[in-house]
Structures are given as structure tokens and as C-alpha cells.
């Protein structure tokens, strides 16, 4: 981990759906876009929530379940430890 100012990507997914629907304050929007610049796995995350809300027309809580965000979030941690590899996603 960097700075403290940083966001964390458990930081990142938590945040996204509020990003996403243009809740978060300025500051935290700062973070989270600086975020997405440096990691490529929130940044694939992040597309892949655009794509669903695309598909279903609405962005839904419900749809983004815990237990996938947790497998998602656990698939960020093998593919950092296998850094150099293609996403898993
Ligand atoms: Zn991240």
C-alpha cells in the first residue's frame, strides 16, 4: 500500500455503485478516479459494473451480490500475486 490517502480496491468496490451514481463528494471522487489510474483491476471491475448496468438499464444494488464482490475481490489478490499474467476476469 502507497499513501494513506489512497484508496484500497475493498475501498474502490465499495465506493463504486455511489461513483457511479454520482453521490460521492469531490474528494472522494478524486481518489477514486486516481485509484483507476493505477489499477488495472478496478478499472476492468469498473467496466465490467458499466457493462451490467448497460445491460439491465439500472444500476441495482442487489445485482452487485457480497459473495461476488468477494470472489471478485479475491480474484484481484491471485492475479496481483501472479502480476505479469492476463486478468483472470
Ligand atoms: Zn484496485
Given at each position: 500500500m502507497a499513501n494513506r490517502d489512497e484508496l484500497s480496491c475493498q475501498e474502490f468496490v465499495e465506493l463504486v455503485t455511489e461513483y457511479l451514481e454520482g453521490t460521492l463528494s469531490p474528494a472522494e471522487r478524486a481518489r477514486f478516479q486516481a485509484h483507476i489510474e493505477d489499477c488495472d483491476a478496478c478499472t476492468i471491475y469498473l467496466e465490467q459494473i458499466r457493462q451490467t448496468i448497460r445491460a439491465l438499464g439500472h444500476l441495482s444494488?442487489?445485482?452487485?451480490a457480497p459473495s461476488a464482490r468477494d470472489r471478485l475481490l479475491a480474484e484481484f489478490r491471485d492475479w496481483k500475486r501472479g502480476m505479469g499474467s492476463a486478468p483472470p476476469i
Open positions: 444494488e442487489e445485482r452487485i
